[in-house]
């Protein structure tokens, strides 16, 4: 699906600002499927094989953007937000588990009709990446993990006051309302900005995109308490057995300034899943810079898929 409009033909690995997707050409990009879950959001862009983009917390898909613009001409690049994240729509009490997350998604891939996908994941969408895999695993062509919770890391030591503050009354208005109404706040390492590695560029519109949706409403305040509570439970240990089985390409791409994952996980990733490619790290980099550096996540994935970036044939 393109962007509408006149075309912008660039080369999808440089950045540029002319032909970006900005905020409100992401939300007029959105589309929702009718689910037995609720109205599940999601955004696609591109043709062929498809990539699958699993968000992390508290963000939605246009954390991948920037992804979606370079490997587009690639893929059908699909990114959808988790139920009690972002724009998807549930009832008051829908089931937000990691695992009814991970059956959520079969779901839209069914709705779709899609049958394979190459999953791109970060942060907890990188937890239900690997939930996915255990539970649909046939439909994961290859896997492609940054920055997130793995095996005995979860959750990991520094998120966990996050989580405990979501066992009393009010986390959104106090975790997410102060970073609204203050943006340079919400840049401070009492912030978002404590998972960036240039937080500075955070932009009004992008903090508004993620955080804006989350105290919509009494029940979305709810909701996403409800996620965050989801959150504690170790539910990766359980199928360490599942991942070791897991024999498709996978490739971990890890920032080494992250306060939340050590890169010793990645290596942990990269000697339990056979067909491991590898890890790259990038130093000094932290939790959400796929978001902030979309062409490493490019590069890294059309190696993984085996695609020339120069030709956009296969190796």
Not at 29 to 48: D, K, Q, S, T
Not at 159 to 181: E, W, Y
Request: hydrophobic share 45%; with cysteine; glycine share 8%.
């Amino acid at each position: 699906m393109g962007l509408g409009g006149g075309a912008v033909v660039v080369n999808p690995l440089l950045k540029t600002e002319e032909g970006s997707i900005d905020v409100k050409q992401f939300h007029h990009m959105r589309r929702f499927a009718n689910l037995p879950m609720g109205r599940i959001a999601y955004v696609e862009r591109g043709h062929g094989q498809v990539a699958f983009f699993l968000h992390g917390f508290p963000l939605n898909g246009y954390q991948w953007r920037g992804a979606l613009e370079r490997l587009s001409p690639y893929r059908r690049c699909i990114t959808a937000d988790f139920m009690g994240l972002g724009y998807s729509e549930v009832s008051a009490d829908a089931d937000l588990s990691l695992p009814a997350q991970a059956d959520m998604l079969a779901a839209l891939l069914d709705h779709l009709k899609i049958d394979e996908v190459d999953l791109v994941a970060n942060d907890s969408g990188g937890l239900i990446a690997q939930l996915f895999v255990a539970r649909h695993g046939s439909r994961v062509r290859s896997l492609l993990l940054t920055n997130c919770d793995v095996d005995e890391d979860s959750p990991p030591a520094a998120f966990l006051p996050v989580i405990q503050s979501a066992h009393k009354p009010g986390v959104a208005d106090r975790f997410i309302a102060p970073q609204i109404a203050d943006k340079n706040f919400a840049r401070t390492d009492k912030g978002l900005g404590i998972a960036y590695t240039h937080p500075a560029q955070l932009a009004d519109a992008t903090i508004d995109c993620y955080f804006a949706p989350l105290v919509s409403s009494p029940v979305r305040k709810e909701q996403f308490s409800r996620y965050l509570l989801a959150l504690e439970p170790n539910l990766l240990v359980p199928i360490r057995e599942q991942l070791k089985q897991f024999a498709k390409p996978a490739h971990m791409v890890w920032a080494t300034a992250d306060i939340f994952f050590d890169a010793k996980w990645a290596d942990w990733l990269n000697q339990t899943l056979p067909g491991s490619r590898g890890v790259r790290r990038i130093e000094g980099a932290k939790l959400f810079f796929p978001e902030e550096m979309p062409d490493v996540i490019a590069e890294e994935a059309l190696k993984l898929w085996g695609i020339s970036r120069v030709t956009g044939s296969l190796l």
